[in-house]
């Protein structure tokens, strides 16, 4: 069974730093991995997708990374801005045929300004 | 494009009343829904996938007598709790694939946050 982990649960940083998320999975027969955000009684919105293929997807100031033999994603965050604190959840799909998306618990950023 | 929309935003109700939730695909035809929950400070908890003009199929534990999913089209399926209470309070979010990305990319609603009184 696939378990999908983020630690830290939360993070407080000051305005102007440099960010790493990491996310790690169990089971590397993935499809795909998506990173996504999540603001306060809102839904998701989706930030970057990295296919099994694929290394790493770069959007803006975000920049993901995938290493699935060892079970681990980062998501970089340049030059961090009180606008990007939110929640941020990884998720995987199986590559099993299942379209089943697998949440980590998400970690809570709070960019100080 | 590959918006979802989600109607109601939020919803009060009375134990023991039905409630009803729409999840719309407004710029493409979705060949697969899905359903999930959210606790508060916790992550999302699939419910149940949901294939057009088939049976939803239900994650174990999930009592489908009382999660009703209809998914009448390609752009429109349906979440209906059926005699709720108040541990049914949640944050309901659905999900579609099937839009312009071909990575199986599912594409988030807003949400829908449900309280039983």
């Known amino acids: 069974k696939q378990e999908v982990t983020q630690i830290p649960a939360a993070l407080s940083v000051p305005e102007g730093e440099n960010l790493v998320l990491n996310c790690s999975f169990t089971?590397?027969?993935?499809?795909?991995l998506q990173w996504f955000r999540q603001d306060p009684g809102k839904g998701l919105t989706s930030l970057l997708l990295i296919q099994s293929s694929q290394r790493e997807q770069t959007s803006g100031r975000l920049n993901a990374s995938l290493d699935k033999s060892s079970g681990r994603s980062t998501l970089y965050i340049a030059a961090s801005q009180p606008g990007d604190s939110a929640t941020y959840l990884c998720?995987?799909?199986?590559?099993?045929?299942?379209?089943?998306?697998?949440f980590g618990k998400g970690m809570k950023l709070t960019v100080n300004p | 494009g590959a918006v979802v929309s989600q109607h109601p935003s939020w919803v009060i109700c009375k134990s023991g009343t039905s409630v009803k939730i729409e999840c719309r695909s407004l710029d493409f035809q979705a060949t697969t829904m899905f359903w999930y929950r959210q606790f508060p400070k916790q992550s999302l908890m699939l419910m149940a996938t949901s294939n057009e003009g088939s049976k939803a199929t239900y994650e174990q534990g999930v009592e489908k007598d009382k999660f009703l999913i209809n998914h009448a089209s390609l752009t429109l399926s349906t979440l209906t709790v059926t005699s709720a209470h108040p541990e049914d309070s949640s944050f309901y979010i659905c999900?579609?694939?099937?839009?312009?990305?071909?990575?199986?990319?599912?594409?988030f609603g807003p949400g829908t946050r449900l309280t039983v009184l």
């Open positions: 998720a995987v799909l199986g590559s099993g045929g299942s379209e089943k998306l697998v």
């Open positions: 999900s579609a694939s099937g839009g312009p990305s071909s990575y199986n990319e599912q594409f």
């Open positions: 089971d590397s027969a993935i499809y795909n």
